[in-house]
């Protein structure tokens, strides 16, 4: 049953007053002989007529009572009139049955007629209100459980069609809403297209053309200002909204009343809106406004994630396609630079075996040495620049060991700073980091044959005698590096403790006694780790320049070993700087290691 109106309810009651004042006006009429009565039986009443005549108005204009439940009021005043009017002339009837008269029994029955509809109306509005109490906690609930059941889409799913599909029927299924649907806005055209819908056919969500353009009637309404704006549009009677003329014609075809537009606001745009509707006016209280606001944003972040995770997608899609390239490549140098070159290292043994003293064979040598090496490090570097993802805990002095002890360190000793501790990396990358920096440090901080050409000092410089021609590239010179330690194997320990320094641990190759031409030094730090020499250092000006691919200044060097030792270190997602030693030498920090997988004994 269609329930009355407050406008129906409300005039009904007005007029019902306005009528009891005119007989109580005539009754004033009558006994104005009678001073004494006309207050009593007359005026009174007036002005209660009065009064019931004044809240019918009120109710008319839904100022006085909840406009939903303005029929209880109606019906609350017709049910006092009625059972005063009742018990007051079955009181004359039964004084008539006795034989007994009754004076002014007319004026009697319409005063209790008069008080019955004041006490209707006082127990009708309070019990339109205690409904309207009622109906807020009851829809409150609904809107909790219907946003709760929406969220858990929002979560759950993990495509944005899903998503959008989800919510709409969600949002549906409870009592609250007739209808909803979700239009995807595309900033480069500046409209709104529906994506989803529920309750609506094809025809009418498309027939909602909407644009963010305030110069143009369609974007003019609620939805072009949710886009601009970014803030919930509730409308509470559409055909009193001026901006939603131009779908008029086509909400009252479908029963919408009232709607509210939410945005679907994302951490930097705004992806969109939803629309919610219902056949009724006034549906959008301050409290649902507030929790379907919420709703719109949390759909929003929700979009903005699955925006990334399909940002990552493609980047890892991408990176794979590369990795691919980089295996394509790494597989013709491998084949087709190598076969050619043990073609050449082959007839070159074949000529030295034929030709017993000739000056330019050594030349050719060391030439196809460098190959092999620049081919060897071309496959490192593209291999190592990869994202790594098998990675364990890793014990750094076990590591830097294994690494010294397949590195070519005549003249060089390492040593450790106490306990360099364990990161989590990937065990045979870390031992590249290691056998380069190693490497480096060697032939440049060493005084062995292999660094003996006049312009061989690559990233760290030269020491020693080099230093006098004053090609002193990048590090500088310091002068003789200190002697310490003994003759121990290479990959033995020797082990001591300083007054004024941790624990120092140093390896030394066999025959070298008491001196070593550079010391490398390993050690933690707050964030990571570090690798020291004890060479001539890398100017400031150079510390960015020496992890540049191919850049170096030795004519044997290859200018890659820097360069893999950054990549490696980034595929970690670490930095890795240059800066200067405790002895003036060059100092190779590897930081924001995660500080949870870094352990150390204090």
Known sequence: ?????????????????????????????????????????????????????????????????????????????????????????????????????VPGAGRTVLNAATLGAVVGLVVGIYDAREQRQRQRAMQLTRINDTLRIATQAVVNATERDELEAVVCRRLTESDIYDSAWIGRYHPDAGTVRPSAWTGHDEEYVHSMEVTADPDEPAGRGPGGEAIRTGEIQPVQDVFAEPTLEPWWDVLAAKDVESLAVVPLVGSERVHGFLSVDANRVNVFDTREREALSELGESIGHAIDSMEAREKLARRERELARQNQRLDEFASVVSHDLRNPLNVAVGNLELAQASVDDDDHLPRVVDALDRMDELIDDLLTLARSGRTVDDVQPVDLRSVAEGAWATTDTEGARLRFDGDPGTVRADRSRLTQVFENLFRNAVEHGSTSPRSQAPEDSVEHG?????????????????????????????????????????????????????????????????????????????????????????YSTAAAGTGFGLNIVRTIAEAHGWRVAVTEGSTGGARFEFTTVDAEATTRDH
Do not use: C, K
Request: proline content about 5%; charged content about 20%; overall charge negative.
């Open 1 to 101: 049953m269609e329930r009355v109106s407050a406008r129906v309810s409300g005039t009904v009651i007005a007029v019902g007053g306005l009528a009891l004042a005119v007989a109580h006006l005539q009754s004033t009429v009558r006994l104005q002989a009678f001073p004494t009565l006309v207050v009593v039986e007359a005026v009174v009443p007036l002005a209660l007529a009065l009064i019931v005549a004044g809240v019918g108005g009120l109710l008319r204009e839904e100022r006085l009572a909840p406009a939903p439940f303005a029929d209880r009021v109606l019906g609350w005043t017709v049910v006092g009139t009625a059972a005063l009017v009742v018990a007051v002339g079955w009181l004359f009837v039964d004084a008539t049955f006795r034989g007994q008269a």
């Open 462 to 550: 030269s020491t020693d005698n080099r230093t006098q021609s004053g090609d002193s590239v990048e590090h500088g010179s310091t002068g003789d590096p200190p002697a310490t330690g003994g003759g121990v194997e290479r990959g033995s320990p020797d082990a001591s403790t300083t007054a004024d320094g941790p624990e120092m641990v140093d390896f030394l190759r066999s025959g070298q006694e008491d001196a070593a031409d550079v010391t490398i030094t390993v050690g933690r730090t707050e964030s990571g780790f570090y690798v020291e020499d004890d060479g001539p250092g890398i100017p400031e000006s150079a510390r960015e320049q020496v992890f540049e691919t191919g």
